[in-house]
């Protein structure tokens, strides 16, 4: 069993819905999550770290936490076509967990016109 | 604020040959972890430093190594190389000492082993 599992997608939206991503982890000490948004051919970009359960808004961005049901998700509402990338989730355990991310395989997102 | 910055972008090497590669953080972070990403394995951790000390590290052999110097710019090196060596390396740099918290990545290094 992968340690942070991803929806797998693709998944395709038409602009203006709202783009819904899924992530469970299987590490109950993680305590540090992160939605990374990565274009084809580019870096991993952070969009949204979250630590406390419940919702955390930025923009057009809701990622929301349950650490009871080791699920993660994030929202993206009035989807662009400029959102299509993959989304990677990450969890860290904190503490001397130093540097480590684990990371999803992501999901592939498609918001098209 | 400049980003993390990793050099070379892109590199190609031959089955046995050694690789180095850099990385200066975000100015301020002290934090740096490496990560390699593969279309089959995707993203995996394989060190991070902090105060030029290795404090953690992923499942990697031997032949990957790295170090960190006084004013924070990290380096990786790769011996013997070989074909599955070839992947996108990502540094990562984060300003808090603690574990998890945010990390920014680089544009990172493109390496193909021929």
């Known amino acids: 069993q992968k340690e942070v599992e991803q929806n797998s997608g693709p998944l395709s939206v038409p602009e203006g819905a709202i783009a819904s991503l899924n992530c469970t982890y ?9 939605w990374y948004r990565q274009y084809s051919g580019k870096s991993p970009e952070l969009i949204m770290s979250i630590y406390s359960n419940g919702d955390k808004e930025d923009g057009r961005f809701t990622a929301q936490l349950n650490k009871a049901s080791q699920y993660v998700s994030l929202l993206i509402r009035d989807s662009q076509p400029s959102d299509s990338a993959t ?23 498609t918001v098209h016109p | 604020k400049a980003g993390v910055t990793q050099t070379p972008r892109y590199l190609i090497k031959t089955r046995g040959q050694q690789v180095t590669l850099s990385c200066s953080p975000i100015s301020g972070h002290r934090s740096v972890s490496w990560y390699q990403q593969t279309p089959g394995q995707g993203l995996q951790f394989l060190f991070e430093y902090f105060s030029e ?4 590290k992923g499942n990697f052999p031997g032949r990957f190594s790295g170090r960190q110097f006084s004013n924070s710019r990290s380096e990786m090196n790769v011996s ?8 996108l390396y990502l540094c990562a740099s984060s ?3 603690t574990g998890g918290s945010e990390a920014f990545f680089g544009q990172g290094t493109r390496l193909t082993v021929v």
């Open chain 2, 95 to 97: 300003l808090l000492e």
């Open chain 2, 53 to 56: 000390t290795q404090r953690n």
């Open chain 1, 87 to 109: 989304y990677l989730c990450a969890a860290a355990a904190g503490g001397t967990s130093y540097g480590k991310l684990t990371f999803g395989q992501g999901t592939i997102l």
């Open chain 1, 26 to 34: 299987s590490d109950r000490v993680s305590q540090s999550f992160f």
């Open chain 2, 80 to 87: 013997t190389l070989e074909l599955g060596d070839s992947a």
